[in-house]
T-cell receptor
Framework: AQTVTQSQPEMSVQEAETVTLSCTYD???????LFWYKQPPSRQMILVIR??????QNATENRFSVNFQKAAKSFSLKISDSQLGDAAMYFC????????????FGAGTRLTVKP | GAGVSQSPSNKVTEKGKDVELRCDPI?????LYWYRQSLGQGLEFLIY??????PDKSGLPSDRFSAERTGGSVSTLTIQRTQQEDSAVYLC????WGDGSPLHFGNGTRLTVT
């Protein structure tokens, strides 16, 4: 079974600075999808970014980008020019292609943004 | 269009009572998931529905938990004889099938068992 590991329970960043959240996963599959979700205190899970494993190019969405290292099974999220509104729990997630219902989440990283 | 809708937003119930949580997915989304999130924790998979296929119930923690999805749309998660350890936020998500479509989540139902 695939597992997703987020080794940083909490992270802190100064407003306008850059922070990187780590995620590693374990899988025997060659094709899959990876996601980062944000969960603010409102508890609404919001999709931040999506990466297709067969694409070598790292996904970017405005201030959010990923560093996808397939061989290392690593999928980190970089947030540039951090804003107060970025404060939230961030979850890394893996979705299998072979088994479409297999969508697994990491334990989450709580990000604090200091003004 | 409308997102995933869950009701109620909050539910307080006494230990031993049954509760029903409702999820109305995005129209056209054939896949529907239920997750449980305990305070400050990650998401625990409970059950998955895909079209008319048999649901994947592998995540249900006990036989007190059950779920159904009527007409391929609205889903109800039922917890019988609630226990204090059932207290958590129950999140519902829906997605299109295949192609790594992202999950779209509702706001969740916070269940408190007293």
């Amino acid at each position: 079974a695939q597992t997703v590991t987020q080794s940083q329970p909490e992270m802190s960043v100064q407003e306008a600075e850059t922070v990187t959240l780590s995620c590693t996963y374990d899988t025997s599959e060659s094709d899959y999808y990876l996601f980062w979700y944000k969960q603010p205190p409102s508890r609404q899970m919001i999709l931040v970014i999506r990466q297709e494993a067969y694409k070598q190019q790292n996904a970017t969405e405005n201030r959010f980008s990923v560093n996808f290292q397939k061989a290392a099974k690593s999928f980190s999220l970089k947030i540039s020019d951090s804003q107060l509104g970025d404060a939230a729990m961030y979850f890394c997630a893996y979705r299998s292609v072979q088994n479409n219902n297999d969508m697994r989440f990491g334990a989450g990283t709580r990000l604090t943004v200091k003004p | 269009g409308a997102g995933v809708s869950q009701s109620p937003s909050n539910k307080v119930t006494e230990k031993g009572k049954d509760v029903e949580l409702r999820c109305d997915p995005i129209s056209g989304h054939t896949a529907l998931y239920w997750y449980r999130q305990s305070l400050g924790q990650g998401l625990e998979f409970l059950i998955y529905f895909q079209g008319n296929s048999a649901p994947d119930k592998s995540g249900l923690p006990s036989d007190r938990f059950s779920a159904e999805r009527t007409g391929g749309s609205v889903s109800t998660l039922t917890i019988q004889r609630t226990q204090q350890e059932d207290s958590a936020v129950y999140l519902c998500a829906s997605s299109l099938w295949g192609d790594g479509s992202p999950l779209h989540f509702g706001n969740g139902t916070r269940l408190t068992v007293t």
